[in-house]
T-cell receptor, first 114, second 116 residues
Framework: AQSVSQHNHHVILSEAASLELGCNYS??????LFWYVQYPGQHLQLLLK??????LVKGIKGFEAEFIKSKFSFNLRKPSVQWSDTAEYFC????????????FGIGTKLQVIP | DVKVTQSSRYLVKRTGEKVFLECVQD?????MFWYRQDPGLGLRLIYF???????EKGDIPEGYSVSREKKERFSLILESASTNQTSMYLC???????????????FGSGTQLSVL
């Protein structure tokens, strides 16, 4: 069965620091990859997604992610974080086969200190 | 914007009670999902539905059932609530057919259920 691993469960950064959150998935075939974000008190929302083409994907609020097929990775990056980026971030992958089953990682809580 | 509305933000129930969690979406989406979110475990799929009266088990369906009598409404039912079902429950919806797996999920705000 497919799975998603997020390496960092809790990250604390100062404003303007660079961010990289790791995500690895376990499935050998074609996958679709997502990063979702949950700001405090808000619902989960899509940050960015990769389906095909350019492996470097740009999302909202200056976030980007790079799909490296050989490493089964889809790491999230941002050059300079802001206090408003404090949130929980979830990596997710579409399961193979029929239906739209999405498997999520356990999430990474990011705390940005002003 | 798509709106996914969950009827309760917080709910407290007693062990053994029958619990109904309601979810309504306003964008005519075919697919609807119920997840539970637990610290350290991420989101886990309980059930999903791709059409009225159709349902499929997710990864952790035990102790739960669902109902989809109308396209816009997807209910999660805990037949006999237990303390290990204390969790945040998230409803989500998406459009497009089953063959296109690329559409994003739209989430509700969640229901924090406590079973005492």
């Amino acid at each position: 069965a497919q799975s998603v691993s997020q390496h960092n469960h809790h990250v604390i950064l100062s404003e303007a620091a660079s961010l990289e959150l790791g995500c690895n998935y376990s499935y050998g075939g074609t996958v679709n990859l997502f990063w979702y974000v949950q700001y405090p008190g808000q619902h989960l929302q899509l940050l960015l997604k990769y389906f095909s083409g350019d492996p470097l994907v740009k999302g909202i609020k200056g976030f980007e992610a790079e799909f490296i097929k050989s490493k089964f990775s889809f790491n999230l990056r941002k050059p300079s974080v802001q206090w408003s980026d404090t949130a929980e971030y979830f990596c997710a992958v579409n399961a193979p086969g029929g239906y739209q089953k999405v498997t999520f990682g356990i999430g990474t809580k990011l705390q940005v200190i002003p | 914007d798509v709106k996914v509305t969950q009827s309760s933000r917080y709910l407290v129930k007693r062990t053994g009670e029958k619990v109904f969690l309601e979810c309504v979406q306003d964008m005519d989406h075919e697919n609807m999902f119920w997840y539970r979110q637990d610290p350290g475990l991420g989101l886990r799929l309980i059930y999903f539905s791709y059409d009225v009266k159709m349902k499929e088990k997710g990864d952790i369906p035990e102790g739960y059932s669902v109902s989809r009598e109308k396209k816009e409404r997807f209910s999660l039912i805990l037949e006999s609530a237990s303390t290990n079902q204390t969790s945040m429950y998230l409803c989500a919806s998406s459009s497009l057919s089953l063959r296109d797996r690329r559409e994003k999920l739209f989430f509700g705000s969640g229901t924090q259920l406590s079973v005492l």
